[in-house]
């Protein structure tokens, strides 16, 4: 049997992060966490695109362009959508994730989806590198391991 697992031995890639400037003192700490993951795992900063968009709303638009592009091995998309701040919340924090799933399925590269969907503020601080980690790092550690696993099963 062939086993095939991701693996963080040798991280290569270029990679791009779609972040919402909405709520962005939660998707700052996002970025904070995967730009540390990409660091410790060998990726350089000129081999990583920031891509910022006004909301969570329009981050699916933003990965369609990226991946239309073929510059990336992996697209992450970061942001935060909380209940407590807006009337739409489902409909916002919906298209994005079925946008994204989408774009994920129909895609050849793989995109990671750390867009926050909380009912408070207090529960995206959590997630955004206090008591519940940070969603950002974790999202940039599914991007290479997805990457490395796209690698080995190759075209
Ligand atoms: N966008 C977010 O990323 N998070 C939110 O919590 C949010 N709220 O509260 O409304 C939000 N709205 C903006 C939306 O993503 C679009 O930018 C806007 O509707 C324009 O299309």
Redesign the pocket.
Known sequence: MNEIVGNFIECEGRYAIVA????HFI?DKLIEGALDVFSRHGISDSDIDLVW???????PFAVGKLIRSGKYDSVITL?????G?????DY??GE?ASGIARLNVESDIPIVFG?LTTDTIEQAIERAGSKAGNKGADAAMTALEMVSIARQIGD
Not at 20 to 23: E, L, S
Not at 53 to 59: K, L
Not at 85 to 89: D, G, I, L, R, V
Request: aromatic share 12%; with cysteine; hydrophobic share 50%.
């Open positions: 919402g400037r909405f709520n998707t968009v006004p909301g969570a709303f329009e981050i942001g935060a959508v909380i209940r701040a807006t009337p739409h919340f916002v924090a994005c867009v």
